[in-house]
């Protein structure tokens, strides 16, 4: 059983900073790739970021444009979101997704893709 725990959002005016994290137990880290969706209302789960388990470069959604950063912290099993400049347009619930992977570098950027999902955490950003 994969368990994915979100934490980290809450209400934030435009231009702050934001730090999502995403917890699982080691042995889901060590083989799953993981990444970051969002949903605001009435629109579809888009894709946020996404990270293999190994060494590997990670993949952002064309709308980041830079401000937001992944990474990952083996010593505490933790996928983090490090979100910058955020904009009232980044308002969503904010999903952690993982996937089993024998590839340490692949990465998957689609929603289908990924069979575990975290709760979901609302990150909302105010004009």
């Known amino acids: 059983q994969v368990h994915l725990v979100e934490s980290g959002g809450g209400l934030v005016q435009a231009g702050d900073s934001l730090t999502l994290s995403c917890s699982t137990s080691e042995w889901t880290f060590s083989r799953y790739a993981m990444g970051w969706f969002r949903q605001a209302p009435g629109k579809e789960r888009e894709f946020v970021s996404a990270v293999g388990w190994g060494d590997s470069s990670p993949s952002y959604g064309d709308f980041v444009k830079g401000r937001f950063t992944i990474s990952r912290d083996g010593a505490q099993n933790t996928l983090y979101l490090q979100m910058n400049d955020l904009r009232p347009e980044d308002t969503a619930v904010y999903y952690c997704?993982?996937?089993?992977?024998?590839?340490?570098?692949?990465?998957?950027?689609?929603?289908?893709?990924?069979?575990?999902w975290g709760q979901g955490i609302q990150v909302t950003v105010s004009s």
């Open positions: 997704a993982a996937v089993r992977s024998f590839v340490g570098a692949a990465y998957y950027t689609d929603a289908s893709q990924y069979d575990y």
